[in-house]
């Protein structure tokens, strides 16, 4: 399943499972985007392509990826031992540029982000990231690899290196004011009211736009009556939290796992660390199954 360069209906890498028929769509350059997934010959991703053909806008679309932080930080400022550091929302790696590699089994893809001069003035330390994508039967495999590589030379800062994870896809569906979700606690967080809610009733707004931080004990089940399939999230800790997010009239729902809520580097709350040398690795799957 070798990596195909493509430039139709825009430039990308095709990575494709002829057995399956199930593939990713990839933009290394464009954030280390994953723009497409096609499974079960039905795509699963949602993606602006006018937006998309503007590199100067933000992409709303695919699989971007959130890091060091989720959400946003109070001014957009980092305050560290090191100083204080201007850090805008979602962090910087869905803008950077990615590097993207095979897997040697053949059976998917590994982005890779490493830390940069211009990386460096918003997060003060060295790191390698790897994200690694594998495709399985009806279901997409994510892992995230994170090294914190500041000890590896003297002229790095020193020190913990705070961070968060997420990932943000954009789920194609027919109508999200149709869409049901399964697996969420009575109670959330409102991010447009920053306040405890009822669950219920923000998914009861779902084709208005929300935007809600969850804390489930298990897997969250995005069901889409009218397109006939459901999309399950299955997620380990630390990665489980659950953000969702629409956008009406755009047709999909966001079904996220993030890691820590918004501001988890200031406040402390879920807040991750690595010392110098030290990695850390976080996995989570989306299985797609269709509706009986």
């Known amino acids: 399943m070798p990596l195909q ?26 954030g280390g985007l994953v723009s497409g997934w096609r499974c079960g010959g039905r795509e699963l991703l949602y993606l602006d392509a006018e937006r998309f053909a503007d590199p100067a806008l933000s992409v709303r679309g695919g699989l971007p990826v959130l890091f060091p932080i989720c959400g946003n930080l109070p001014d957009d400022r980092l305050t560290l031992p090191q100083g204080s550091f201007q850090l805008p929302q979602h962090g910087f790696a869905r803008d950077r540029p990615w ?15 490493e830390d940069s001069a211009e990386t460096r003035i918003q997060f003060p330390f060295a790191f390698r990231l790897e994200l690694e994508l594998r495709l399985e039967v009806s279901a997409l495999a994510i892992t995230l690899r994170l090294h914190h590589r500041s000890a590896d030379g003297a002229q790095e800062p020193s020190g913990a290196m705070p961070f968060s994870f997420g990932l943000h896809p ?8 149709a869409v049901r979700l399964e697996g969420l606690p009575e109670r959330c967080l409102d ?17 208005q736009g929300v935007d809600l931080l969850a804390s489930p004990v298990g897997a969250v089940r995005l069901l889409d009556p009218l397109a006939g399939f459901a999309i399950t999230l299955e997620t380990s800790a630390p990665w489980d939290l659950a953000v969702v997010w629409s956008d009406p009239p755009r047709p999909m729902v966001c079904l996220e796992p993030w ?9 402390g709350d879920r807040r991750l660390e690595l010392s110098p040398g030290q990695s850390q690795e976080l996995s989570c799957r989306y299985r797609v199954a269709p509706l009986a």
Not at 101 to 112: K, S
Not at 259 to 267: E, F
């Open 99 to 113: 590097q993207l590699q095979e897997l040697a089994a053949g059976d998917g893809i590994v982005l890779v982000l």
């Open 170 to 177: 954009y789920l194609a569906v027919v109508d999200p004011a």
């Open 5 to 30: 360069r493509c430039l139709e209906p825009y430039a990308h890498w095709l990575f494709h499972d002829p057995l399956s028929g199930d593939s990713l769509r990839i933009v290394p350059e464009r």
């Open 191 to 207: 991010h447009h009211t920053m306040t405890a809610t009822s669950t219920a009733e923000q998914l009861a707004r779902l084709g």
């Open 259 to 267: 890691t820590g809520p918004r501001g988890a580097l200031v406040s």
